[in-house]
């Protein structure tokens, strides 16, 4: 079973409208979660992280954490075709795991005007 | 900005042959991460470092070795390249303490095995 999966994709959104990205990961002893955004043959660029239930907000985009079902998602309100990427979620087991993310799959996301 | 960089950008090499890769930091980090992406796969682990010499396997470690005997630079080898390694492969850092930071990736490498 993997361990850590997202919404296969690829997604499809139109302009102004709210993207939603979802992850679930197995470990629950799992501390802190990352969404990264790619764009085609670039590296993955950080854009949320989050460490504790609830919601955390920074500008369009807003991350979900939900330990107990073991969920992590991704707002993008008013997305815009310029936010047409892929999103990788990552997770961070804590311990002595050495600060290693796990990855999911990826999910494309696309925009169209 | 992190200061990581990896070297080659593209590299196109013969099943068999031994190939490196360099990531270099400019930050004195002191984890640094080899992940390789395939279409499908997301990012897996290959090897990381926790220091100076001090290396540890990720789940695809198969195939790769690694060393780090500076704590700028790591580097990736494998050691017999063949087809199923042709794949783009990221270095990546932690900055700061703790996890809460996230990586800092380099631009990538893309590696083509034929």
């Known amino acids: 079973q993997k361990e850590v999966e997202q919404n296969s994709g690829p997604l499809s959104v139109p302009e102004g409208a709210i993207a939603s990205l979802n992850c679930t990961y197995s470990?629950?002893?799992?501390?802190?979660f990352f969404w990264y955004r790619q764009y085609s043959g670039k590296s993955p660029e950080l854009i949320m992280s989050?460490?504790?239930?609830g919601d955390k907000e920074d500008g369009r985009f807003t991350a979900q954490l939900n330990k107990a079902s073991q969920y992590v998602s991704l707002l993008i309100r008013d997305s815009q075709p310029s936010d047409s990427a892929t999103y990788l979620c990552a997770v961070y087991a804590g311990g002595t795991s050495y600060g290693k993310l796990t990855f999911g799959q990826g999910t494309i996301l696309t925009v169209h005007p | 900005d992190a200061g990581i960089t990896q070297s080659p950008r593209h590299k196109v090499t013969e099943t068999g042959t031994p190939v490196t890769l360099r990531c270099h930091q400019t930050?004195?980090?002191?984890?640094m991460y080899w992940y390789r992406q395939d279409p499908g796969h997301g990012l897996r682990l290959i090897h990381y470092s926790y220091g100076v010499k001090d290396t540890d396997k990720g789940e695809v470690s198969d195939g790769y070795s690694v060393s780090r005997s500076k704590t700028e630079d790591f580097l990736l080898t494998l050691e017999s390249a063949t087809s199923s390694q042709t794949s783009v492969y990221f270095c990546a850092i932690l900055p700061g303490q703790g996890s809460n930071y996230g990586y800092t990736f380099g631009s990538g490498t893309r590696l083509t095995v034929v």
């Open positions: 930050e004195n980090h002191r984890y």
């Open positions: 989050i460490y504790s239930n």
């Open positions: 470990d629950r002893v799992s501390q802190s």
